[in-house]
């Protein structure tokens, strides 16, 4: 089975659409916040710092099974569902009150911002990954 990391991500009132739920655009960022606690800080406790200077997004598919309402924090689940040599796809699932409410996934690329270019993952980068890839 693979690993998945978790995150719970608080819901913010700013999230909050005129129907009183979350607003679709917003899921973006509840997963956003998840992936950057996994490429920053999750990363970071085994010692990797490389993401931190720069992942790009080259694109974005959400699935939408449920409205969310202002409540208690969301859990986000995340893996890799794709491994190549310089990108990566994340997955994802939200689960609201231990419910399942959206999926995602995420094409990421690894970006050197100082040279303004993509770049390929480096050994170290794809250790970290190996426990969450369900390939």
Partial sequence: MTERFIHDVPVRWSDMDAYGHVNNARFLTLYEEARVAMF??????????????????????????????????????????ELRAASFTVSYE???????????????????LAEGHPRRLNQAERDFLAPYYAG
Avoid at 94 to 112: E, F, H, I, M, Q
């Fill in 40 to 81: 920053f800080v999750g990363a970071r406790k085994h010692g990797l710092g490389s993401f931190e200077e720069g992942i790009v997004i080259a694109r974005h598919e959400i699935d939408y099974l449920r409205p969310v309402n202002y409540s208690e924090p969301v859990r986000v689940e995340i893996w890799i569902s």
């Fill in 94 to 112: 939200l689960l609201d009150a231990g419910v399942l409410a959206s999926r995602a996934k995420s094409t990421c690329v690894p970006y050197n």
